[in-house]
Each structure stands twice: as structure tokens, then as C-alpha cells.
């Protein structure tokens, strides 16, 4: 099975800017979650799709969104980009939601903010 | 914020050589994994072990489980230049429905061949 794939895997923004970031996860996992990771915060989660209902989500502002296709598919957005917005965006699928299996990580999203 | 929290923030081991690292967490869990982390890329999920194991092991991995001191440990055995890596224990909530990792701050392990 091919792993979790995003897109794009390097993107540099302006202040002010909107960016959408894509994550396809494994063949049949119904749960995608996105986590932030910076050097001073690490890994920190943004949010959780599953059957394209957002399940929960973490302590971000309403700058931060996301949604989830019916094939499973995310994307997460982020409007008006500040600069402490620059961080790797990872997403991670999971066959169904509950914390009782593993998260399959992809290799990210490095967005810079200038 | 931070449940998990391990312990070194970085160790420094030659080729051989076995690496302990340890995590402590603050609330109770329905589990905790244990993840790698190569420089700049995606997690890798090496080990889950559930809040009533005492410890599992995965090939050169062995992962034991505290309930009672919430501390958690994660020993590779012989290790090898490929092991070298960031290591983070991350704790299950299934609060609510949703699937919410929450993870530690890591551990920089670097194997000197």
C-alpha cells in the first residue's frame, strides 16, 4: 500500500497569505489528523477528520481549518499567514478514529512564513 | 500542552552500545506509543502499549509501562548508526470520540559508528 501522501512538501509564503496543504492517507484509513511541529512548541495537534466530520480539534485559531473529501482526502487551511506560522505540517491517517492504533505519518508539508 | 515528557532532550551513544529513554505523562491514558523521527520527515510508529501491559517488545525495541509512577521506557538494544534519530512517547485520548495524540518534547539520540 503506498503511504500517506502531501503535497506540496516545501512552501514559502508572505505575511498575509493563504495556503492550503493536501494530505492523501493510506487506501481505507478513514481518520486524518493534522499536527503542527515547530522547534518551540513541537508537535502539536490541529485537527481530526474522519467519515469528512471534523472530530476534534486542538487549540488553534479559527485561522486554521480544514475538511475532508469523501474519498478521505484532507486539506487543511490556513489564512492570513503570520510569521510563527512557519512550521512542518504533518498529517497522519489512522484505518478509524479512537487512539487505540497507530498513526501513519507522512514526511510533511515545511512552510515558511517571510 | 505537553502530557508527555522524555527524558534525556539528547543522548549520545557509540555503535553497540544500548539506549535507555524515558517518558513521564500526567494524566491517565488508554495507551502510549512510542514514535522515530529522522531529521525533517514524518513520524514512524514503533511500538503502542496499552495502559494494562507492563512490556512489549519489537525486535531490538522494549518498551515497559508504569501506570502506577506514569513513567514509560523505551530501550533499543545494540544500536546502530540508522538507529540515530528523534524518539517521541505520545499518549492515546479517546476523549470525546476523536483520536488526539498528545506527544513529548522527544529525545535526540545520536549513534556514533
Known amino acids: 500500500k503506498a503511504g500517506v501522501t502531501q503535497t506540496p512538501r516545501y512552501l514559502i509564503k508572505t505575511r498575509g497569505q493563504q495556503v492550503t496543504l493536501s494530505c492523501s492517507p493510506i487506501s481505507g484509513h478513514r481518520s486524518v489528523s493534522w499536527y503542527q511541529q515547530t522547534p518551540g512548541q513541537g508537535l502539536q495537534f490541529l485537527f481530526e477528520?474522519?467519515?469528512?466530520?471534523?472530530?476534534n480539534k486542538g487549540n488553534f485559531p479559527g485561522r486554521f481549518s480544514g475538511r475532508q473529501f469523501s474519498n478521505s482526502r484532507s486539506e487543511m487551511n490556513v489564512s492570513t499567514l503570520e510569521l510563527g506560522d512557519s512550521a512542518l505540517y504533518l498529517c497522519?491517517?489512522?484505518?478509524?478514529?479512537?487512539?487505540?492504533?497507530?498513526?501513519?505519518f507522512g514526511n510533511g508539508t515545511r512552510l515558511t512564513v517571510t | 500542552s505537553q502530557q508527555g515528557e522524555e527524558d534525556p532532550q539528547a543522548l549520545s551513544i557509540q555503535e553497540g552500545e544500548n539506549a535507555t529513554m524515558n517518558c513521564s505523562y500526567k494524566?491517565?491514558?488508554?495507551?502510549l506509543q512510542w514514535y522515530r523521527q529522522n531529521s525533517g520527515r514524518g513520524l514512524v510508529h514503533l511500538i503502542l502499549?496499552?495502559?494494562?501491559?507492563r512490556e512489549k517488545h519489537s525486535g531490538r525495541l522494549r518498551v515497559t509501562l508504569d501506570t502506577s509512577k506514569k513513567s514509560s521506557s523505551l530501550l533499543i538494544t545494540a544500536s546502530r548508526a540508522a538507529d540515530t534519530a528523534s524518539y517521541f512517547c505520545?499518549?492515546?485520548?479517546?476523549?470525546?470520540?476523536?483520536?488526539?495524540?498528545?506527544f513529548g518534547k522527544g529525545t535526540k539520540l545520536s549513534v556514533i559508528p
Open positions: 505520545a499518549t492515546g485520548d479517546s476523549g470525546a470520540g476523536s483520536y488526539q495524540l498528545t
Open positions: 477528520y474522519f467519515s469528512e466530520t471534523q472530530r
Open positions: 494524566t491517565s491514558i488508554n495507551n
Open positions: 502499549i496499552r495502559s494494562n501491559e
Open positions: 497522519a491517517s489512522s484505518p478509524t478514529t479512537g487512539a487505540n492504533s497507530p498513526l501513519h
